[in-house]
């Protein structure tokens, strides 16, 4: 049976830079109850991810803002608990857009089956979800690496990264990731088997990824931009792709950061550079899933989930992201099954 | 017969910023004399463009620089004077990138023949030459107009502009350009028929173009960079291409010109942007003149040339260039037949 009460994390007001505690409110409310046609899920699994940070901000985005007082925006596991509709039936795990919040409910159409044989039901937010759909696509479909090439990819410890750079690996490139610690440069290149590592935060990046790159670089796949995309681009080669698929060193910052102009590389490298959402490929999302399956099935494609235990902890959790302080897939384990 | 003196202008030193007439020498030397295998060509019209700033520049591009007391170099059109190559004969009107100068020898493979009776042999190095190609592909291959997009297109009536415009217009744009003066504006919108003309000089471009482009914009040539490229990528709609053909306003400046960072607005509007050389699409450069002589002839490609006289006169009149003073195609008549 469904608690009465649900509990649900609001943005109770916008941050102009880095989020604050502040920005955030734990709320206690009647737990909803499914209409016709509407399943009731229990939130398991809650996924934070960079985007939500683009989700605090007013104006025009590609997706809708969070509004003050409203449940932040965030990609859930969970369990349907009530059901109102044929095609749903409790005890069903299911992965959407639900929000930072205990119980939901939802259509449908707004969720999708988790097959719990295929991996543990987290990574339908991790690995085999969102984050590793965008590295999937935001990798081999505009970043169409070719055996040999060399692969840099930022945040490379992250959800995307640490799939970005193996399935680089399965590509048969060299691959070098940037990273914020250590540990994380050890993780990428012992664990997952990058060719090289950089800690952005301690090395001088230029000189670091020259000597990385030797045969300069081909494929950028950028989830951080800033100083560190500045210092790919002065390395890139004849014909480079610029997968541009985050750029969380910018999203924090009350004003825009200046910085030198980069178009001219581009002419000279005849190199292109292109944003993608994951949502532009979701006619392939299943083929890449089942593909990805696999990959972790044979030990090719590992992957490393940060999780922190409890709703009311995810503004902490979240805040931290920001400035690099998770390690792996940040995930938030809602309620202990 | 051949004059037996060649006229030739050499790169005295390295500009750091704007070019001045320091930079240059007219030199008096000895005509060449063709070996075996080779041809003597005198040049009737010299092409001038700004990528020869480039070519003035210290350091790694995608062309060798030319070096102090260096001819400069210089696309051309000129007449076979004398022939050790079975290949070529006395008479033959050719294009290649020859230098800044009266008379040089060439090779056949490094010369085009120019077929006089498709269009005046200018457009050799103009409409139908190195200028029209970079137009046709940087458009149509890098760009991918369809019918009904909002295409807007900077450095308008110069010998790149002039075309990606016209073409836009045959493929069904919406056509918007901007240039560096009334005269220009008036030229593109009343002679050329594009949609709408923008001085970036006088006018505030931001509200200009949002004016000027109602529906947003799909596909942008980019010329010039800079403020004007800020100001477009502003207003560019989900799944826009950026064909990045070159960066005038960027190429004087002795420091790299600081700018708020644009890769965000990639993500945002899942959006493309690619630098390109005409090179890159040589192996169809043939089709494309030919289709494109065909809608001169119909009137739908119109061209205009701003010629000078005599080749004493480039520098001044590429210095010029830098700062937008030419109108349309330039060109040195470097002697009068």
Known sequence: MPADTNHRIVMASRPTAYPEPRHFRLEEAPAPKPAEGEALVQVEWLSLDPYMRGRMREGPSYATPVQEGEVMTGGVVGHVVESRTPELD????V??????????????GQLRKVDPGLAPISTAVGVLGMPGMTAYFGLLDVGQPEVGDTLVVSAASGAVGQVVGQIGKIMGCRVVGTAGSDDKVDFIVNELGFDAGINYKTQDVPSALAEACPDG?????DNVGGPVTDAVLQLINVHARISVCGQISQYNLPEPELAPRQMGILIQKQAKMEGFLVFNFAHKHEH?????????????LKYREDVVEGLENAPGAFIGMMSGENFGKLLVHVRNY
Chains 1, 2 share one sequence.
């Open 90 to 93: 409790v005890g069903d795990i």
């Open 288 to 300: 890449a899933r089942q593909r990805m399956a696999e990959w972790i099935r044979t030990g090719q």
């Open 95 to 108: 992965d959407g857009s639900l929000g930072w919040q205990e119980y939901a409910v939802a259509r449908p």
């Open 217 to 221: 670089i081909d494929v950028y796949f």
